[in-house]
């Protein structure tokens, strides 16, 4: 008995491996009525057009969630059908929520994906490993799209190519508010043409791996997370006052913070420095954080000293730990003016631990006051 049949009454299917051999077809999901979750695997084993038709995604709209990967059996060198042909033949029902293409083998995008016929309400869309394509669909168009993510494609420049959005009635992703870009080496910036109304209710951005990208002015964006930044990149940071969180991981470009790059971060409460390996020193304006209440510094090979002044404005700081600073060799004197500070955590900085120790460190009275520090190896 064919497998559609022994599956006719099935309405949730979370996994299906498309195989060239008998019985793994597409066309086994014509006769299933599915909602919920389908993800779709082996794309790149599709025997012929007819079948990737007759799977008939787009008259099931009880389906919520969908997955098309290109992955391929081992050993199959080059596909029968352009992968373009069944990621068109694919479309799904414009009822559906979630969608996820990866490892997408064409250079173009789908009809129903450029027109947003099948993607019109959709509330996350992932774009996975679809390296041959230079360029993005119309996403920003997207109404109710909610999180965004775009990543593993090297010719992408811009998320947004479109450049009509004009004013409050055309406004860009309107209801964007998580937005993943990584591992886009050639991105410029998020839109060709940048607008005043652009990502009205973006909260969090996450950047990996996107050397180039210059962030703009986003008023609405609260948690920031940097990966493998370079110095122009940090410049940009400073377009973001309004931040909340900011996390600044693992870079070997950056030699130095900009000046004045956390000036107007009046907002900021929890600052992440990890494994800059090349920074000397920490930018001066740290200490304008009003609103900072954690502090955490980690992996700063080089780091050689914090700022000698204006401790005393970190009046909100409650949480400082620093981790594998080794040449970092003391703490400013300013550190006693820290009279909110709860916890102090020093790691892996043996000069600095050896000044810290309790009654004969040379920086003891700095801390004196702060009820729980943690030193050591742990």
Not at 49 to 72: G, V
Not at 152 to 157: A, I, L, N
Not at 326 to 344: A, I, K, M, N, Y
Request: with cysteine.
């Amino acid at each position: 008995m064919p497998f559609s049949h022994k599956l006719r009454d099935l309405r949730t299917l979370s996994v299906y491996i498309v195989k060239s051999k008998k019985g793994h077809s597409l066309a086994e999901l014509r006769a299933l009525n599915l909602g919920g979750k389908l993800s779709i695997s082996g794309l790149g084993n599709v025997g012929s057009i007819s079948e990737t038709e007759d799977a008939n995604l787009k008259d099931k709209q009880d389906l919520q969630e969908l997955s098309l990967s290109w992955s391929r059996s081992s050993g199959k060198m080059k596909s029968i059908v352009r992968a373009e042909e069944v990621l068109e033949a694919l479309q799904p029902h414009s009822t559906l929520k979630l969608l996820t293409i990866q490892g997408y083998e064409g250079m173009h995008w789908p009809t129903w994906m450029e027109n947003n016929s099948a993607t019109h309400n959709l509330v996350s869309l992932r774009l996975v490993n679809c390296g041959k394509c230079k360029h993005l669909p119309p996403v920003g168009k997207l109404p109710f799209l909610k999180k965004l993510e775009v990543s593993g494609m090297d010719d992408v420049q811009y998320i947004e190519e479109d450049e009509s959005y004009d004013g409050v009635e055309a406004m860009p992703f309107p209801s964007l508010e998580e937005l993943h870009v990584e591992r886009l080496p050639n991105v410029e910036r998020l839109m060709k043409r940048e607008t005043t109304h652009m990502f009205p209710s973006l909260s969090v951005l996450y950047v990996y791996k996107c050397p180039k990208l210059q962030l703009p002015c986003l008023p609405s964006v609260k948690d920031l997370t940097v990966w493998r930044c370079s110095n122009e990149q940090l410049k940009s940071i400073s377009n973001l006052n309004a931040l909340n969180q900011l996390h600044l991981r693992y870079s070997d470009q950056a030699s130095y913070f900009p000046e004045g790059m956390m000036s107007n971060m009046t907002s900021l409460a929890t600052l992440e420095i990890d494994s800059f390996s090349e920074v000397k020193e920490l930018p001066s304006d740290i200490t304008n954080l009003t609103a900072l209440s954690g502090l955490s510094i980690q992996d700063c090979s080089k780091l050689e000293c914090l700022p000698e002044q204006g401790w005393e404005g970190l009046s909100s700081l409650r949480h400082l730990s620093i981790h594998n600073c080794e040449v970092l060799e003391s703490l400013p004197d300013g550190v006693r003016h820290l009279t909110s500070l709860q916890s102090l955590t020093i790691k892996n900085c043996p000069v600095l631990e050896k000044r810290c120790e309790k009654g004969t460190g040379e920086d003891w009275h700095k801390i004196a006051h702060v009820p729980h520090l943690k030193f050591g190896r742990f």
